[in-house]
Each structure stands twice: as C-alpha cells, then as structure tokens.
C-alpha cells in the first residue's frame, strides 16, 4: 500500500535532458525512485526503515540545479535524509543520514518551502522540527489536546502550520513559536488529506467522510461550502 507520494523540483546538469523525478513511499518499508528521463521507470530502491514509510518529501537544493534531498519518515521512529545526484543517464543516492524520534512513531512528515527544515507529526501528541541539512531535532511542540497529531502541512511563507489529529480537529500553529492560533472542527470523520493554496489565504481539507472543505485563513477561520 502505498502511503505517499512527491515529485522533485526539475534537475539539471551541463549536456544533459532536464529530469523529474518520482518517489512513494509504502507499509512494506521501501522507498520507490522513478526517472522522467526513462518514462518513469524505476530508478531506484530504498530500505532504510525497518518499518512503514509514513512521510515522504523531495527538498530542492539551495545551490546545486542538479540535486535535491529526499527526506522519509517511518513508524520505526526515525526519519532518514538522503541526497540525490543527476548523473548523466542516472541518479545517484547518497547514503541516508538517520536521526531517531526520541519518542512517538513518526506519522507524517511535511517541508518548509526554504529547504531548511521537515516537520513531522508523531504518535506523543507532539510537532518535531528537523534541520534538513544535519538531521538534527531542533525542536519539540506539544500540539493542543490529547489527540494524536497525523497529517501536517506548512503554508507558502513558512510562517503556519496546519495539523489534524486523530480527534476530527483541524489546528493551525505558528511554526517559529509553535502558538496554537485556531482550533476548528467540520468533519465528521478523520481528516486524510489538506494543502493551503498558493496565496496561503485557504486551507482545503479532505475527509474519509466524503467531503472537501475550504477554510478561510484571516481574522477567523471560516468555512467555504
């Protein structure tokens, strides 16, 4: 079963097609790379975790067009940091730097759109910041309530991060403080699935309740129908 999905940035390198690349993430434990420039034939496999793959996300490098990260997150606790290399007809993959969660399976795993850092959502009702470049934890939220944290994603600035838990709730935190701002509930159902939009103005939710809700980012939360 797979559990996520993420396309790279475009990498390119002197004398050399543009490639895209595709990563999943699956409960059997491996990490899928397939390559635009061969259709998306499989590239690569990974076995880092010992566990199911419940997060996965490609990062763009800061000064190098032609490689990215590709940052994984496992219910064995542990998130592995993997650098990936266009090289002529193929890719190369660094091996993985592995940090391990101090406590709390790792359930989903989301980006900063600076590169710098991943967030993930773990089973001890708390956020984890991660430096992308070290592997290091830098910080530790404790997320409202008692429910268990199980998506999260970052709005386009960087500046909020909106999380939903196993309660129904949708809550949305400042990422450099880690201060709740609103705290709402309109599924009847677990959330599966939200992004912001471009502007960051609206949160799109999805539920196994069969309804997508579109919140409203500003003074309230409000919902769209």
Same mark, same amino acid.
């Given at each position: 079963?797979?559990? *996520?999905?993420?396309?790279?940035?475009?990498?390119?390198?002197?004398? %050399?097609?543009?490639?895209?690349?595709?990563?999943? *993430?699956?409960?059997?434990?491996?990490?899928? /790379?397939?390559?635009?420039?061969?259709?998306?034939?499989?590239?690569?496999?990974?076995? !880092?975790?010992? $566990?199911?793959?419940?997060?996965?996300?490609?990062? #763009?490098?800061?000064?190098? +067009?032609?490689?990215?990260?590709?940052?994984?997150?496992?219910? @064995?606790?542990?998130? %592995?940091? &993997?650098?990936?290399?266009? $090289?002529?007809?193929?890719? $190369?993959?660094?091996?993985?730097?592995?940090? #391990? #969660?101090?406590?709390?399976?790792?359930? *989903?795993? +989301?980006?900063?759109? !600076?590169?710098?850092? #991943?967030?993930? $959502?773990?089973?001890?009702? +708390?956020?984890?910041?991660?430096?992308? %470049?070290?592997?290091?934890?830098?910080?530790?939220?404790?997320?409202?309530?008692? %429910?268990?944290?199980?998506?999260?994603?970052?709005?386009?600035?960087?500046?909020?991060? +909106?999380?939903?838990?196993?309660?129904?709730? /949708? &809550?949305?935190?400042?990422?450099?403080?880690?201060?709740?701002?609103?705290?709402?509930?309109?599924?009847?159902?677990?959330?599966?699935?939200?992004?912001?939009?471009? !502007?960051?103005?609206?949160?799109?939710?999805?539920?196994?309740?069969?309804?997508?809700?579109?919140?409203?980012?500003?003074? @309230?939360?409000?919902?769209?129908?």
């Amino acid at each position: 079963e797979v559990t *996520a999905l993420d396309f790279s940035s475009e990498l390119r390198e002197p004398s %050399a097609p543009p490639r895209v690349l595709l990563a999943s *993430a699956s409960k059997d434990t491996l990490v899928h /790379i397939f390559d635009s420039t061969s259709d998306y034939q499989l590239a690569q496999t990974s076995s !880092d975790h010992t $566990a199911a793959v419940t997060g996965l996300c490609f990062v #763009s490098h800061s000064t190098d +067009a032609s490689a990215c990260r590709l940052v994984t997150c496992s219910s @064995d606790k542990t998130i %592995a940091f &993997r650098m990936i290399t266009s $090289a002529g007809e193929s890719i $190369a993959v660094s091996k993985p730097l592995l940090s #391990s #969660s101090p406590s709390g399976r790792l359930h *989903a795993l +989301a980006v900063t759109h !600076d590169g710098q850092y #991943s967030v993930t $959502a773990s089973g001890d009702q +708390a956020l984890k910041i991660w430096d992308n %470049a070290t592997g290091v934890l830098k910080r530790t939220i404790k997320t409202d309530g008692r %429910a268990e944290p199980v998506k999260v994603v970052v709005d386009p600035s960087d500046t909020l991060m +909106a999380v939903c838990s196993s309660d129904r709730g /949708i &809550r949305l935190y400042e990422l450099k403080t880690g201060e709740l701002h609103y705290k709402v509930r309109g599924h009847s159902e677990v959330v599966t699935g939200m992004t912001f939009s471009s !502007d960051g103005s609206e949160l799109v939710t999805v539920s196994a309740d069969s309804c997508i809700l579109v919140w409203r980012i500003g003074s @309230d939360l409000q919902r769209v129908i």
